[in-house]
């Protein structure tokens, strides 16, 4: 064994030490010792992956047993994925015909003694589910005790009338079972469970004692008056749209009532309570044309300008940057990602891949570019400071890491550059007094500057434990609000809202409730109130004083994990933007926003109703 | 899916050995290598879905992998991972200057563990299955930790010069 296995073997043995670690760089500076590692690597790679490909096969054979130690549960890779998938596909397509031809299905034709149900109308894709059988559902379609209804596709909708006067409106992408409440099938009232979805239950004639029973993921739904409507869905989680409920969360047992117009908040510790769910339609302000492009990743900005000015961009290169008033005429702009005015209004910003354009923003002429350095690291987010004098510019890209610049809008200079982050830096905010710029990133950190200290070392602040996607401060610099969630929006996990004391350099509470990744966090101009708005479709509101979520509205059409909203406030306060996947800009009345000094809602100005 | 994503997922799936081996190599535990694997696929799909232009997939996927691979030593920070990013680019540019013929290589490797003696299969299995160090095979087999390292070195030997003579066997004569 030469010096250089020797080197190699102890780095694989992760036993390799500084000195060691330099000796093998020295190996590695000339050609032939680049050329080995490359070899080496190529090889353990290929080892490590043929030996577990060796043990996924064996394993199903039982041909692969270790003598000396229970084997590890490493994840199989992905070739095994993909045999055992295949393998999978392969033998439910010759068995599963065999075993579906011998399912009993019900049949319009032929109703069953134990019919529980009957559908009313199907839209699109609905089916019947049986143990793992599914048969497509059509209208009049007979449906029995512990069956399961789902749709599939975010457009399919299904309605099924319950024999105990139950209405059931499944949404897309929905399963629901219907049970007997006991074991008499005849006698007892149905249990509906949402497994998952987006279901609106109400009793259609007075319930009396066979009372409604909804068991969803968060708890069981009991209907306390006669005539009761609930919805359910993973994005709000219990509504009650009309009459009385009791609530029993399934975690710790706690029991709610709710009235009409009320739904299930929960903490991050788990405790339970019943919030306000506003409901009202927002004014659309202007709609994108479709991109195709609406995956996982944000695809829409809005901002407004002092005079009230609206500025908003979709991804799409049709898209592009919309401005207006929110009652004058709409202009069209080039640009993509981020759009920002400067804090006078006069000035607008707006990126165009690796670029950034200066507009006047009276009439829209390009009045200055500032070029990236490298064409691969795209514009991510942008932030004026409070003088107007400098733009920060957040990056990312496929190739290195990302990157904040300071850019001098008086000379076009790039001013200073900052490398903090590993993955792309997602979002940008300068606090009021101009001190501060602080940056957050898909690396689940957030990197604070003192702009007014060259030397200082920015602090990187640890706490997200996910990917940051928003930050914004309060109107007083004394809170940095941080919004965190998955990186894939489609994964089912719970973004935090995180509140970040400048001063004890503490996250000082930490806002749970979403079920998945938060988008957008803004500050009321009082700043006592939170605003967020998530990819489960929904815009939430903060009590920051209670520490808790006391409203939400849910504004757009897309489903869970297709939506990811993007927030603005206007300058006077009175107006709420949101923009979504659905490729809809909406303006709505501030009057949900709490006003602590009067210990009520703000009262929306009626003569400015857009 | 698009042509564009069907032709990269083609080549991602038939390439991904070679990628493999930066990233094993590099972070040396096997379920994160393939989280890291799988993230460098879902984002050259959504490079790819964006409509961005990957003229060389192959430099792409090992600048993305290079990224997470630093991600990834950041985060166990805490584990005394032993790290160095001077050492990554420096893989980094070895991979780049040396294109294997990866599928024919991997053909000839699984024959050749095939070929293999139960005990020495079981050294490969030890290390890079289990992943356990060589103090801990040590413990384990009851055997010095530089008689395993000589053990595993001789095994590794014997499958390049096996992988080698089967590659060579299968060229077309001249």
Redesign the interface.
Known sequence: MNRLDELLLLWQDQSIGEAELAELKTHLADEAGRARIAQEFFFTGMLAETLQAEKAIGAASGAWQDTTTPVKSAPSIIASRFLVAASGLLLLSVVGGVVWLNVRMPHPAEPSSAAFGQFETVQGEAYVVADQHRLPAHRGQVLSAGQGIATEGANSEAVVSMRDSLRLKLGGDTLVFAESDSGDRHEAASKIVLRQGELLVEATRSLKRNRMRVQTPLGTATAESDEAALHVSEAAGVIVVRGEIHFVHQETGKALHLSSGQYVATTPAGDVYASEFFSGNGNVWTTFPKSGLETTSLGYGVAFSPQGTLATVSRTAEGGVRLGTIHGEQRGLSGERCVQFSPDGKTLATAEKANIHIHDAATLARVQTLEGQERRSRVQCLAFSPDGKYLAVGRGGSRGAGTVELWALSTGMLQRSWQNHSADVTSLAISPNGQWLASGSLDRTVALRKLSDEEMPAQVIDAPALPVWSLSFSPNGKTLAIATGPKDFRLREAGMALLWDMHTQNVRQSLGGHTRAITSVVFSTNGQTLITGSADTTVRFWDLAAGREYGMFKGHKAAPGFEAIALALSPDGTCLVTASFDRMVKIWETTWIRDHSATAFLSWPRGDVP | MSERIKTLSARF?AE???L???????V?D??A??DI??EVW??LA??A??G?S?LEPGR?CR??A??LI??HW?EKRTAK??A?S??LD??E???E??E?P?LE??QA??KC?DALPGKSK?L???K????L???DMAK??RRSKDGL??A??RV?QA??ACVEKRLTSLEPET
């Open positions: 799936v991904r050995h070679y493999m081996g930066f990233i094993y190599g590099m040396r096997l379920a290598a393939e694997l799988q879902v984002r959504e490079a879905e964006r961005e990957i792409w600048g993305v290079k990224n630093l991600h950041r991972v032993i160095d001077e050492l420096i893989v540019k070895a991979f200057e040396n294997e990866w290589r991997r490797l699984m563990i079981q490969l299995r030890l890079y299955d289990q992943g160090s060589f103090a384990r087999l390292k000589m595993l070195h590794r499958l390049v």
